[in-house]
């Protein structure tokens, strides 16, 4: 397995809803933890979400994670133009033995 | 606060090595592991391995085992990642990040490699 599958891109209006899915395997997303990453053009990358759905200080509450078996979720509610940005994945992954990262989530807002 | 900042830019020749510097402040250095990652143009991101700085332990990925070394010094709070035999697929920002959760991250260093 490459890495983690994520859709290449997403999209929303101000205010919508928008979901990121994130799908592994037991190797990987089943058996371990998972992180989001936030990434504007031309930066590093910001941690988003830890341990599955665990904001860190200074997060907004719009961002929220889950899991569930093999597969895990980054939601953005009441979505503003300033979300606009790429989203990771990532997990260890028990079989590489090494980090897993999905290949980004490319979030427009219209 | 909590920084990691990174050596400047590089120009490589293929088949030359690069070592790129990554110095912390603002915890204690040897208490957190310290991963390396990438990101070619346009592409995602790329974990390329973590240390231990407390024990020098290291885990690579298994793309970059052979080339890759990820070194760190405690006196003075700093890792280095020095990848051997670059080639044009080597081209990329290579970043450093501190822990498990790999927060924070420093400022990305880019890597060119061009003849």
């Known amino acids: 397995q490459s890495g983690l599958i994520q859709p290449p891109s997403a999209s929303g209006t101000p205010g919508q809803r928008v979901t990121i899915s994130c799908s592994g395997s037991?190797?990987?997303?089943?058996?371990?933890?998972v992180y989001w990453y936030q990434q504007f053009p031309g930066t590093a990358p910001k941690l988003l979400i830890y341990r599955n759905s665990q904001r860190p200080s200074g997060v907004p509450d719009r961002f929220s994670g889950s899991k569930s078996g093999t597969s895990a979720s980054l939601a953005i509610s009441g979505l503003r133009s300033e979300d606009e940005a790429d989203y990771y994945c990532?997990?260890?992954?028990?079989?590489?033995?090494?980090?897993?990262f999905g290949g980004g989530t490319k979030v427009t807002v219209l | 606060q909590v920084q990691l900042v990174q050596s400047g830019a590089e120009v490589q020749k293929p088949g030359a090595s690069v070592k790129v510097s990554c110095k912390t402040s603002?915890?204690?250095?040897?208490?957190?592991?310290l991963h390396w990652i990438r990101q070619a143009p346009g592409q995602g991101l790329e974990w390329m391995g973590r240390?231990?700085?407390?024990?020098?332990?290291?885990t690579y990925a298994q793309k970059f085992r052979g080339r890759v070394t990820m070194t760190s010094d405690t006196s003075i709070n700093t890792a280095y990642m020095e990848l051997n035999s670059l080639t044009s697929d080597d081209t990329a920002v290579y970043y450093c990040?501190?822990?498990?959760?790999?927060?924070?991250w420093g400022q990305g260093t880019r890597v060119t490699v061009s003849s």
């Open positions: 990040a501190r822990d498990t959760a790999l927060d924070p």
């Open positions: 240390i231990k700085p407390y024990s020098g332990g290291t």
């Open positions: 990532v997990a260890w992954d028990d079989i590489l033995n090494g980090r897993m």
């Open positions: 037991s190797f990987n997303i089943g058996n371990n933890y």
């Open positions: 603002g915890y204690t250095f040897a208490g957190y592991d």
